[in-house]
Structure formats: structure tokens, C-alpha cells
């Protein structure tokens, strides 16, 4: 079997929360660092366009987005379960809910001029602006826009107080005794927060949220080893993507397997991927390209939250 490889940085929310996925399940992968600003010409070789970060690679299956990978989780190793049975529906709602709106607080409390200057404590000018300029051409093109920070400020006792109101109420985790993807994602917004320190004392209020916090940093990383990015560009060319199952979904726009389409985010970090849809269900979209480095290569993205158009 192909080995995990996890193309992020270290200082990345969805990062973390892939990171912590990975240790939830136990398992061990490869780290490839990718820069945290375009260009990033080896991460784009195997997805053909998408440069958010984290990425997962499994030979020459290129997995986007973190809602994709944790699905891929759990198809890998299914218990303990990321969409826990039962609960689909609720999960995958709740961390969606996560992954924009306290993710989007997160990102506000980080950005106010203070966080910025302890982020880039030590290091030129110039990488500060230039990272500040990545972040806003981020946004071209997207329906989503970035929250001011006062208005994150403002509704963070709203988003804090509920968390320790059920936390102090109910089990350990969010949807009870055991971990789930909800746990994930909200912790990472969170982990962002406590991980500047201009920031982090906007977690000091909540004493419940802080230990949840521990209960979920104990699932750790797993065991990772580093890669470089050209050896896992040489793995996806090395490799045949995963066979796909047959599947008899129709697409509601009309979309068909076998044809040449782009799939883009719609909210922001809309660069799109060209290629040939080979597999679609309600959940995932799988399109073929082939690139000059990487070779023939399949890249999954979720279908909710991307556009699907014909090429
Ligand atoms: N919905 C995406 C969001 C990923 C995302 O927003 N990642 C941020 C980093 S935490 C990003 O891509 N920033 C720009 C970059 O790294 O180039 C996911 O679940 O993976």
C-alpha cells in the first residue's frame, strides 16, 4: 500500500486539524513542508491548481480540501470514526459550521495588527507584506469575505460561551465520549488563537473549552517522516491511481464521467483544476490530468462547497 503523504506547514489551522485526524486514527505518514504563500509550483504539479493548504497524497491520488481527506480517513481505517454512524448529517454540518465561522474568528483575532507583529516577530518586513498580500489576492474571485476584527471580537463570547455551556454539560467531546470530525474542526481555529500569544488570552475565559482543547491535543500527530516535495512528486509518477468504483449517480446540472470539466472552490482559493471527471457521488468529485511531472494523476475534491463546470 502507498504511504500517507501530507503536504502542509506547520503554522496551518487546517493544517493541525489534518495533523490531528491523522493521530486520531493512529496512523503513521510522510510530512512534505510546502510554502505558505504562492507560488508553490511542486504542490500544484499534483493538484493542477488547488494551493490551499493541507493537501493528502496517496500514490497518485491527490486528495483537496480537509473534508475530502477525513472521508479518505475513515475509508483507510474506519474506526474510530471521523462521520461517526448515526450522526452523518449533524457531524458533517457542525464541522462545517467550524471550518468557516470559527475558523473565519480565528483568522480576524490573528490578523489584528498586534497578532500580525507577533506572528512576524524577528523576521524582514518584506515577509510580513508579502504574506499579507497572499492572504488578500486569496480572496479574488471567492463569496466569501473576511470578517472584521471587530466584529469577530464582538461575537466571540457568542461562539465561546456556547462551547463551554454544552461543554460543561455534556461528555468529554463534542458529540460525546469519543472524538469526531466536529472536535477537529473546531479545534483548529482555536489551536490558531492560543497559538499566538497577542492572541491566545481571548481563551482565557473558558475553562471548560481549555481542557476540551487538552482532551483533543492528547490524540497527537501520529508518527510522521519528512519528505521533500520532489520525492512525492516521484511517488504520484510512480504510481497508478486507486481504481474507482462504478457508480450510478446521475449529476443534477447534467455533468457527465468522461468529460472535461474545472472544479474550483467557491469561497475562496478558487484557482481551478482542469481535467477529466472520472468518478462523482453526492460526496466526492474525481478528476484525471495528466502533468508533465507527476504523471497521470487523480484529484478528489468534496463536492459540497466547489463548483463542477464543463470545460
Ligand atoms: N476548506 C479547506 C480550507 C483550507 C484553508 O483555508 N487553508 C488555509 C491555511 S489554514 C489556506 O489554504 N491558506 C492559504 C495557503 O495556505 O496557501 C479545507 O478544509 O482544507
Redesign the pocket.
Known sequence: MSELILHH?P????????RMMLGFKGLNWRSVF?????P?PDLVALTGGY?????MQIGADIY??????ARRLDQEQPLPALYPEGKEALAASAAHFA??VM?QHG?ALNFRPESVAERFKGAPESAMQTFLA??KA?FDGGNASRLHPSQAVSQWPTLLGRLEQQLSESGTFLMGEEPTIVDFSYY?PLW?VASNKAAASALEPYRQVRSWMEAVAACGHGESTPMESADAIEVARQSSPAELPATGFADPNGLAVGQAVTVA?V???TDPVAGTLVYQDAEELVISREDERAGLVHVHF?RY?FRISAA
Open positions: 506547514y503554522q496551518s489551522p487546517f493544517a493541525e486539524k489534518a510546502i510554502p505558505a504563500v504562492m508553490k494551493r490551499r493548504t493541507p493537501v483537496c480540501d480537509t473534508a475530502m481527506i471550518d468557516q475558523f483568522v497572499d492572504r486569496l483548529h490558531f472552490a469561497d475562496y482559493g468534496p462547497g
